[in-house]
């Protein structure tokens, strides 16, 4: 049991996994986003290039169940409806292609985008509508086959439909989860073996799911305006670290 738990993995890197598993589906579940980052951020540092991206969608897939499962109530089903459909084209696209985007055209484009949605003008009611709605899933599920996490971008087009906390943590959830799964299917058609990482995955994502109940109860305590302030905020520096890893890159 213990070697199916650990898998490939040295018991340390093990529990450094499985505490920041924890930890930032509480960040995410408490600010509204920056937890997805920040774990693809950890798992670079530990596991193997070819399994960095389809481990951290696995893994992000069960903590954003969880968190919609939890917050079911308050989810926008029509948005999810919208987003669906494009995020099954998006996900096509990508497994059609399997081209790796330039880094620094990628990071900039997304650095962008959340800098506009979260201090720019309001969209236009029409971009927020079912077919923006899901243009922003094709888009997203399309980039987060090379870009690993783009959780961010998918959260701020949110937030500009839903100003209540709950309503935009709970939605968010769901979207990434249809987003997470169609990734995971894509890596898994492509032939990539995650046999192995079973049994850290689903460590993973048990942690994650305790990190969430603590997150909700966190956000409970939120007000509306004060969740709006951090969820930017948070935004925003991940849109900065984006540019940097942009200028990094070149």
Avoid at 10 to 19: D, F, H, N, R, Y
Avoid at 163 to 174: G, M, P
């Amino acid at each position: 049991m213990i070697e199916f738990l650990l898998g490939p993995l040295s018991p340390g890197v093990w529990i450094a996994l499985v505490l920041s598993a924890a930890f930032t589906s509480m960040m995410t579940a408490a600010l509204g986003a920056g937890g997805g980052v920040m774990l693809l951020a950890v798992m670079a540092q530990v596991l193997p290039a070819q399994v960095i991206i389809p481990v951290h969608g696995i893994v992000q897939m069960g903590s954003n169940l969880g968190r919609a499962v939890m917050a079911w109530r308050h989810i926008d089903w029509k948005v999810i409806a919208a987003f669906l459909p494009g995020a099954v084209v998006g996900a096509g696209l990508g497994a059609w292609l399997l081209v790796s985007l330039p880094p620094t055209v990628l990071y900039l484009s997304i650095a962008a985008t959340i800098l506009y949605l979260c201090w720019g003008p309001k969209l236009p009611r029409l971009v927020l509508g079912p077919a923006g709605t899901a243009a922003a899933g094709a888009v997203t599920t399309f980039l987060t086959l090379f870009a690993g996490a783009t959780g961010p971008l998918v959260a701020a087009f949110i937030k500009q439909i839903h100003a209540d906390r709950f309503r935009s943590i709970a939605t968010f959830a769901a979207a990434m989860s249809v987003q997470h799964i169609f990734k995971a299917g894509v890596f898994m058609g492509a032939g990539v073996n995650l046999a192995a990482w079973f049994g850290p995955m689903a460590a993973m994502i048990a942690a994650g799911a305790g990190g969430t109940w603590a997150g909700l109860h966190l956000l409970k305590r939120m007000k509306d305006a004060d969740f709006t302030r951090l969820f930017n905020i948070v935004l925003t520096l991940l849109a900065l670290r984006l540019v940097w890893q942009a200028l990094m890159a070149r």
